[in-house]
């Protein structure tokens, strides 16, 4: 690596770890509860990366009609304490991974976490999955009164790491995460193996990895540009 970044903020899920099959069983639970039918997993990693709320939304507006305000924050409380306790059931880092992260870390890289879940759920992930001690800071969806895609959301993470956007480096699968840095005016690397519903070469990020092994490579090429 010729100079280092900044900093380097990464996406959580479809990003570092593929949930999409902890997250599924969850809202296929509330959904079944409230006697709707069961989505198959492919279609709910289309759903995921706006937060719980938003999956649980789209889950119910493909199976039905959508309940009411109330009946959603009912539902959403359910998701959340069921999600909770089985959010590692399969939850896997994607391959290469903690392997990136853990080779960051050990050059002084400053890391931030940012992601549109929950932080009572981002914390405990974090933990479970073994690589919350090499991030500086974890912002959620609800650490701000604002999220992705809004850039505000990574500028504020920067801000408690007391590092700056410029030479900072996002790392993300979603327009949600693609839209907020290319707003902070933050490169993005795109990873190919997300929830993306929209092809992530249309989301049109600085660069796209299909595997945590073209990490460092893509890396280098956005630094030297």
């Given amino acids: 690596m010729t100079k280092k970044p900044s900093a380097i903020i990464f996406d959580l899920d479809g990003t570092l770890v593929d949930s999409a099959r902890d997250l599924s069983r969850a809202l ?3 959904l079944q509860q409230n ?5 198959d997993i492919s279609r709910v990693r289309n759903m995921v990366g706006d937060g ?3 999956l649980i939304v789209k889950g119910f507006t493909e199976t039905g009609t959508l ?3 109330a009946e959603i924050d009912a539902i959403q409380t359910i998701f959340l304490d069921y999600y909770y306790d089985t959010m590692t059931a399969e939850d ?5 991974a903690a392997n990136v992260v853990k080779k960051l870390a050990a050059q002084k890289i400053p890391l931030g976490l940012c992601t549109n879940k929950a932080l009572r759920l981002t914390e405990k992930l974090m933990e479970e ?3 919350a001690s090499y991030f500086s800071v974890l912002t959620a969806g609800d650490s701000f009164d604002f999220r992705k895609p809004d850039p505000r959301h990574l500028t504020a993470t920067l801000d408690r790491m007391n590092c ?11 327009a949600s995460d693609i839209i907020a840095a290319q707003k902070a005016a933050i490169p993005v690397i795109g990873v190919s193996f997300g929830y993306t519903k929209t092809p992530i070469a249309e989301l049109n990020p600085d660069i796209i990895i299909d595997h945590y092994d073209e990490f460092f490579d893509a890396l280098d090429t956005l630094i030297k540009t």
């Avoid at 896997?92 to 290469?96: A, H, K, Q, T, V």
């Avoid at 700056?164 to 979603?174: E, F, K």
């Fill in 35 to 39: 006697g709707r039918s069961g989505i």
């Fill in 52 to 54: 719980a709320r938003a």
């Fill in 28 to 30: 296929n639970h509330v």
């Fill in 129 to 131: 999955i073994g690589l």
């Fill in 67 to 69: 309940p009411s305000d």
């Fill in 164 to 174: 700056s956007s410029q030479n900072a480096i996002m790392v993300g699968d979603s």
């Fill in 92 to 96: 896997i880092l994607f391959p290469g």
